[in-house]
Nanobody
């Protein structure tokens, strides 16, 4: 199982970024996918999840600003982030919520998002 995240960067408040996560080692279309955020001193939190039927769930602080999507053919999950705020700063990771992989340590390198003027 492998996850490769990309697309992060430095952006001003109100700006936008689109993250990508390429997954391998499992049947992508059979699993929900999630984006997690980690800030120093805190554990990773799940901010967005997309199920196999494309139902989406968002953490309250990102509702209306973030959109998660998936491309099952390419085995890629995306996180489009708009109207970014300084509190969105962190390292973003993808994984499969509800699977054993998060607890077993199957994480990618993550992608850093910094929102600052």
């Amino acid at each position: 199982v492998q996850f490769v995240e990309s697309g992060g960067g430095l952006v001003q408040p109100g700006g936008s970024l689109k993250l990508s996560c390429t997954a391998s080692g499992f049947v992508f279309g059979d699993r929900s996918m999630g984006w997690y955020r980690q800030v120093p001193g805190k554990s990773r939190e799940l901010v967005a999840q997309i199920y196999t039927n494309n139902f989406r769930h968002y953490e309250d602080s990102v509702k209306g600003r973030f959109t998660i999507s998936r491309d099952n053919w390419k085995k890629v999950a995306y996180l489009e982030m708009n109207n970014l705020k300084p509190e969105d700063t962190g390292v973003y990771y993808c994984n499969v919520p509800g699977s054993s992989w998060p607890d077993e340590g199957y994480w990618g390198q993550g992608t850093q998002v910094t929102v600052s003027s």
